[in-house]
């Protein structure tokens, strides 16, 4: 009989990850098995840079965020990298309820932010200008997270830790048997009291019977970069460019200051086309360039927003009401499963890894898991990203 190991991580993006790294921390030896090579762009966690940001349309995300704020500011100290910039978030929206709403559920937390009037906002970000049909709030401890230097970090603490990560390792096959729950890969055979499973896109690949349990869909997004052809300075390090997430009739877009790529933004659409996680992701269509461009050439008139000068594609995964999905598999609850991350769960995977511990020591779902995010809630039509009761 196989060695019988107290927790077994499927997929090493950053949940997996993340979750590695508290189960290590508690003394438990997890080994994480991902089907790619370390640094892989296939999944949804690579790259340079993510949101990170107090600022949301809905109370269950602040004390996750309180959490992953400081959880992130500890491995800072212990990795000795540099993990957050926090230059600030400005949203903007068309719609004053939706920023009222979410100036009101800071003011619930403690937050400090400020509301700031379209026609105020280049007075104090000289980088926009939005008249008096736009709305802003500033979040001044958000800012940008470096992706890739918190998926090393967090592995890297990890493994010191105890955890091992075993690359281009593939599960085929995930059994429930009677005292113990056995995994299949292209490789071995593994024997765990406890499973994680946390392998993005491929949900529905891993565990076929998730489809009873929730709806989801991998899509491919188009990240796009455009160059900052004006007063440079004022996007660099020392400069005041802030991200940006924009609400406009019904779209949401987002920005951060150049940081994978030296004097471009990042400006993208929040919206992509269903794909299976195995194809080649293809085109970007035009509707998700037109989008930026055209919000890029009326508001950002340091930026060139005749055409991406780079674009990158990443892989998001939805639930039909754009919220995650995160809990014990309801036919086997030895299997502890997280995704739906959609285009905003990296700057809380640290405080989900941590949930995703609770759970795995046996912890109950309704005290750790936040009702919008269990797996098994009841769910409500897509409603974008930062919307009413969205992230
Ligand atoms: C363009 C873009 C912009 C984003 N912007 C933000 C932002 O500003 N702020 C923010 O907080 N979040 C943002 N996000 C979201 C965030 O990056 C994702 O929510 C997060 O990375 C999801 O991580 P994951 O670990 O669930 O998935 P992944 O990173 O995809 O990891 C899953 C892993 O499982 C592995 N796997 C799959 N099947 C198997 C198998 N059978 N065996 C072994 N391994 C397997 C995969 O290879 C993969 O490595 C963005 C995402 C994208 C794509």
Redesign the pocket.
């Known amino acids: 009989m196989a060695e019988l190991l107290d927790v077994v991580v499927?997929?090493?993006?950053?949940?997996?990850s993340c979750a590695a790294y508290h189960s290590a921390t508690r003394g438990l030896k997890p080994v994480v098995?991902?089907?790619?090579s370390e640094g892989?762009a296939?999944?949804?966690?690579h790259g340079q840079s993510?949101?990170?940001r107090y600022a949301h349309g809905d109370t269950a995300y602040l004390p996750l965020m309180k959490e992953s704020y400081s959880l992130w500011e500890a491995l800072e100290r212990s990795s000795d990298d540099k993990l957050i910039r926090k230059c600030g978030l400005l949203w903007v929206s068309t719609d004053e309820a939706s920023v009222q709403r979410c100036s009101e559920i800071l003011v619930e937390f403690g937050i400090e932010h400020r509301l700031l009037p379209g026609p105020q906002i280049q007075e104090v970000f000289p980088q926009f200008c939005y008249d008096e049909k736009w709305f802003g709030l500033v979040d001044p401890e958000a800012g940008v997270?470096y992706?890739e230097r918190c998926l090393k970090a967090v592995r890297k603490e990890a493994e010191k830790k105890g955890a091992e990560f075993r690359f281009e390792?593939?599960?085929?096959r995930i059994e429930s048997l009677e005292d113990r729950v056995l995994l299949v890969?292209d490789k071995a055979k593994y024997e765990a009291k406890k499973v994680i499973v946390?392998?993005?896109?491929?949900l529905n690949?891993?565990l076929p019977g998730i489809r009873d349990v929730v709806d989801l869909q991998a899509e491919q997004?188009g990240?796009m970069y455009w160059k900052v052809a004006r007063n440079q300075e004022l996007y660099g390090p020392t400069g005041t460019c802030p991200t940006l997430v924009v609400e406009e009739g019904g779209k949401t877009m987002?920005m951060l200051p150049p940081v994978d790529y030296s004097n471009q933004i990042k400006f993208?659409l929040h919206a992509g086309e269903p794909i299976h996680p195995d194809e080649p992701l293809e085109e970007v269509p035009k509707y998700a360039r037109d989008a930026p461009g055209e919000h890029i050439s009326k508001h950002l008139p340091d930026i060139d927003g005749s055409h991406p000068s780079t674009v990158d594609k990443?892989?998001?995964?939805m639930t039909k009401d754009s919220q995650y999905a995160i809990g014990t598999y309801p036919s086997d609850p030895r299997i502890i499963v997280?995704?739906g991350?959609?285009?905003?769960?990296?700057?809380?995977?640290i405080a989900v890894g941590r949930i995703l511990t609770d759970l795995v020591q046996g912890a109950e779902e309704k005290t750790v898991v936040p009702e919008l995010f269990r797996l098994t809630r009841k769910r409500a039509e897509h409603r974008g990203m930062i919307g009413k009761s969205q992230s």
């Open positions: 499927v997929g090493a993006g950053i949940m997996g098995l991902e089907q790619f892989h296939r999944g949804s966690s993510r949101i990170i997270i992706a390792e593939k599960v085929a890969t946390t392998v993005g896109a491929w690949e891993v997004i990240v987002y993208c990443c892989l998001y995964t997280a995704g991350f959609s285009g905003s769960g990296f700057k809380l995977s």
